[in-house]
């Protein structure tokens, strides 16, 4: 293990003052066949750094007047990073790529282009390990040094039967604040019976402050191990139930200081020219990518004008928000980055489109997530990529269409926008051309097959190729009003066919939520204060979903060559298989679905399936591999596929099982030659 202190020489301000270097690993360059680039170098430690608290630019920080400051009347973190850069700085590309990392997790790896990666903490509320990256950030303590204090919701769901403790989480999503106090008669907690995303309740029952405890009754008897993070129930849980508690708790982190983290560090490896930094003066332009939870932290980060460092330098020439359609709760009092967006959870309340717009449906003054950066002309240019899913769940139609769904909102010069018709959150992991589905764990649907991996890594060369040389990207590709692409989540609106036995769309997209977190927070910024746990609806603007074939597919944005040579019909939508919130959205929304066309025309008219079979649309195994082969060459000409992705998504193509040519009859040979001649 290497460890070395290398300190900093820039003067006193909000900075990275100094790094501690861990380790440094040599690896091969595997993505490098030609080795024009060569070994890759990971240094991975730990970067130290302080805030001046009154400076505009920080003040925006939730809490920050709270935070402890040192000798200098700065605010001090710390947090866990890892560069990727080329053993020969002088082949890297001059291109800085920061991952954000989701809920503490990535991966440095070398890459072909002698780009230089970062990774590095921003969440303060995650438990530190060998393997994650996490940051230190400060509880925030009023000025007398007692503890601030404030209302928390936990909610607890599909608990293991007999079992009487669960940690305070959201659903899965342990919460990081002590109870302040283990009186249960200072909290309460309730047994929820039914619960629709909608907020419609079942009945509900009171749990009495005596029959539960702040503790741990998993090998002690009730009232068990006091713990201010654990719930334990006297008569053990009841699966049926879902489990919610509002409590007091204590000393709150200051989250947002993560954010300025990001940029101080990211902005300290690209411009100083300090020995300590492992790549001074090789770095030219930067580059920031998030994904999911990842992707609704870089918009906060822009929202919150965090792409102008101290020094009023733009910090990220370009940035991939990717399925990531809400904002991350990192900015508020006692927040949860680690939420999903589930019932009564934020992330929606703040400003979510890129144009001025005024939100009169809400009543919120108009605004956009690039306020502050065109002030301060420190606005990157922005790929916004989404999926079908994030319909369901990330809230885009009110990114797209505004809060009152009437029209297309504008997007700027510097924003091109994405969308990936028909796919489940982050498309299928592994892209095949299977045609059989594979069984869903908890959701009723196959699992979803469809994938973007390699259309996404052709759009991270485009915004790279704009942001570098100035290179025009592809066009906007994303289902608009103003081309009927929209309606409402109904199958009727929608145009989904009635398939025999399978699920329809109607009601499984989640609406826009307006809460009342009460008056202590900024709800264009999403950042103070929620008041009320949990908050009141006080309305659910409902979402439009895109519009499909008769085959139940989408007909707008940018289609995989498994969308655009379909073998079944590939959805954003799911529902729920068994559990509380069974024939609810499977995933909180975010998990898609499949169903397979019939193999053959016998199959589909046996099973009443309105849909063509394979056969009737591809003829043979043949017919089928030039369809892909005629789509991927056209993607690649638009710059949407790269070619070593397209000749290898091809040839998985070209060794499919179903349709084999030797079976097939003077009718499906005819069908598969007349595709293969266009």
Sequence with gaps: MLALFLATTAPVQAEVTHIEIASKVVVANGADPGNAIGDYE???????????????????????????????????????????????????????????????????????????????????????????????????????????????LARIVDPKPD?????????????????????????????????????????????????????????????GVPDPRKLCVKDGFDPAFLYEVVYEAKDPLVLGVGLAGMRDLASWFRYSDDKANPVAGAIEHAVIKGVSQSGNTLKTFLLLGFNEDEQHRIVFDGANPHIGGRLTTINVRFGVPSGSGTLYEPGGEGVLWWTPYEDV??????????????????????????GAAEFNARLFTAAMVGTDNKADLPLPDNVRRYYFPGNTHGGAPVSTFQHSGKESASCVLFDNPNFETEQMRALSVALTDWVVDGIEPPANAYPTLANG?????????????????????????????EYDFGPDLNYNDFSGVLSNQPPAIKQIIPPLMPVVDADGNETSGLPS???????????????????????????????????????????????????????????????????VRREADDQVARRLLLPDDARRLVSLAEDVSFLPVADADDAARARAAELCSQ
Excluded at 51 to 69: H, K, S, V
Excluded at 366 to 380: F, H
Excluded at 569 to 576: F, I, L, V
Aim: hydrophobic share 35%; with cysteine.
């Design 561 to 627: 060559l498994l969308h655009a040579a379909p073998l079944g019909t590939y959805t954003g939508w799911n529902a729920t298989k068994a559990g509380f919130f069974a024939g609810q959205p499977c995933g909180g929304g975010l998990t898609g679905g499949y169903i397979p066309f019939a193999e053959t025309q016998a199959e589909r008219e046996q099973s009443g399936d309105p849909r063509l079979s394979l056969e009737e649309r591809y003829g043979t195994a043949e017919g089928y591999a030039c369809v």
């Design 361 to 386: 449906a809400r009543g919120r003054e108009k605004a956009s997530m690039l306020d502050r950066c065109t002030a301060s002309n420190t606005c990157p240019k922005i790929f916004e990529t989404f």
């Design 485 to 513: 692409d929209l309606a409402a989540n109904t199958a009727e609106a929608m145009g989904f066919p009635t398939i025999p036995g399978q699920l329809a769309p109607t009601g499984l997209a989640i609406g826009l939520m």
């Design 42 to 152: 990971l240094i991975t430690g730990r970067a130290f750094g302080v805030l001046d608290p009154d400076d505009p630019l920080n003040a925006i920080i939730t809490d920050i007047e709270f935070a402890p400051r040192n000798a200098d009347g700065l605010v001090e973190y710390d947090t866990k990073f890892t560069l990727a850069k080329p053993v020969s700085i002088g082949k890297s590309s001059g291109v800085l790529w920061y991952d954000i990392v989701n809920r503490s997790t990535g991966s440095a790896t070398p890459n072909a282009y002698g780009h230089v990666q970062l990774l590095s903490g921003w969440q303060g509320d995650i438990r530190p390990s060998a393997n994650n990256y996490t940051a230190n950030v400060p509880v925030a303590r009023n000025p007398d040094g007692s503890s601030i204090t404030g209302k928390v």
């Design 163 to 223: 079992t009487n403790t669960a940690p305070l989480a959201i659903l899965g999503r342990e919460i990081p604040y002590d109870a302040a106090t283990l009186d249960t008669s200072q909290a309460s907690l309730i047994k929820k019976s039914s619960e629709q995303r909608s907020g419609e309740l079942g009945p509900v029952e009171a749990v009495a402050p005596e029959d539960w405890a702040f503790a741990d009754c998993s090998e002690t008897p009730f009232p």
